[in-house]
C-alpha cells in the first residue's frame, strides 16, 4: 500500500497533524492491511468491523488502542479515499476516563531536588511552571523566552494553537544558570538542542529522564511529564486562580476539558466537608485524654 501510503500522509501534512497523530494512523492502517494481506482500499465495511473485534477479543487491546485504530481508519476511508459508507455503523470504543495523577507541591520539590542535572532541572522547571506538554516543551527555540515581558510563546500546540504562558523569575533564573552552565550550541535555534545538529531534545529521551528521576525522588506515585501538568493546574485551581484563566494558561478549546481538575482539588473536596459533621456532634473528650 505504498501509494496510498503516501497518499494518507501527504493529506494529513496538508492539514497540518501532528508528527506523532501521522505516525499513529499510518502506523495504524498498516495493522489493518497486513491483518487481511490486502491493500485497504480494496476492503470495506465488513472487514473493518472484523479487524475491530478482532483487536478487542484476541489481541486483547485497550480502549485507548481500539479508539485510535478508529481514528485512523476513519481518517482513511473518509478523508483520504472518499468512501465514508465503510465506516457506516463502526462505533468508537467507550474509552475509561480515570481521574489524573496530581502531584504535591511537596512531591514535586522533591523531583526537583532528585534531578542532578541543570539541563533537566530548567527543563522541568519550564515545564510545571508553565504547564506544558511534553512536545511544547521540547520544541521551545531560545526566541520563545521573552525575559522582557516574562512570558513563554508556546508555538504550535495541541490544534496547532499558539498561547503564552508566565515565565516565573525563578525559571528564568535557572535558564540563565543552564546557559551559563551547558553553552547550548549557537547555531541551534531550539532552548534544548538535541544530540543531532539543528534538533530538538527528543520526547522519549526526556520521558525516560523523568522516570529515573521520578524512581530516585522515591515518589510511589506513577508520575510522567504530563503529570507535572495535571499538576500545575491543580495548584492554581487550590491556590484560587479563576477556571477560565487556567483554560487558556493549557490551551485547553472547551472549558469542559479543564473542568476535570475540580474533582482532584484538595482545597474543593475539603471545603465540602460531609454531611455527616452537620448530623452527628464530634465526640467529647475527657479531660487529661
Keep these: 500500500m505504498g501509494k496510498l501510503r503516501k497518499q494518507m500522509k501527504d493529506n494529513m501534512?496538508?492539514?497540518?497533524y501532528s508528527p506523532g497523530t501521522i505516525k499513529q494512523y499510518l502506523q495504524n492502517v498498516g495493522h489493518f492491511a497486513q491483518h487481511f494481506m490486502r491493500c485497504p482500499s480494496e476492503m470495506g465495511n465488513q472487514e473493518v468491523r472484523a479487524f475491530l473485534v478482532y483487536l478487542a477479543e484476541e489481541k486483547k487491546a485497550s480502549a485507548h488502542v481500539q479508539?485510535?485504530?478508529?481514528?485512523?481508519?476513519?481518517?482513511?476511508?473518509?478523508?483520504t479515499l472518499q468512501r465514508p459508507e465503510v465506516m457506516e455503523g463502526v462505533p468508537y470504543p467507550k474509552v475509561p476516563r480515570p481521574l489524573p495523577v496530581v502531584l504535591s507541591m511537596e512531591e514535586v520539590l522533591a523531583i526537583f531536588e532528585a534531578v542532578r542535572s541543570i539541563k533537566y532541572k530548567a527543563i522541568l522547571a519550564v515545564a510545571y511552571s508553565g504547564g506544558l506538554r511534553i512536545s511544547e516543551v521540547c520544541r521551545l527555540k531560545v526566541t520563545d523566552i521573552d525575559s522582557q515581558r516574562m512570558v513563554i510563546h508556546v508555538r504550535g500546540g495541541k490544534g496547532s494553537k499558539d498561547r503564552y504562558v508566565a515565565l516565573g523569575k525563578n525559571t528564568l533564573a535557572l535558564l540563565r544558570e543552564y546557559y551559563k552552565a551547558v553553552h547550548p550550541d549557537p547555531e541551534s535555534e531550539y532552548l534544548f538542542p538535541g544530540r543531532d545538529p539543528g534538533s530538538h531534545i527528543s520526547t522519549s529521551g526526556l520521558s525516560s529522564a523523568i522516570r529515573k528521576v521520578v524512581r530516585s525522588a522515591g515518589l510511589k506515585k506513577k508520575a510522567t511529564m504530563h503529570t507535572l501538568r495535571h499538576s500545575f493546574a491543580t495548584h492554581l485551581l487550590e491556590a484560587g486562580y479563576d477556571l477560565r484563566l487556567i483554560q487558556k494558561l493549557l490551551g485547553h478549546s472547551n472549558i469542559v476539558t479543564t473542568i476535570k481538575y475540580t474533582?482532584?482539588?484538595n482545597r474543593l473536596i475539603?471545603?465540602?466537608g460531609s454531611p455527616l459533621d452537620h448530623l452527628i456532634p464530634p465526640p467529647s473528650v475527657p479531660d487529661g485524654e
Design 270 to 272: 475539603q471545603r465540602s
Design 67 to 79: 479508539y485510535s485504530h478508529v481514528c485512523a481508519l476513519k481518517y482513511l476511508y473518509v478523508k
Design 13 to 16: 501534512l496538508l492539514r497540518r
Design 263 to 265: 474533582h482532584v482539588t
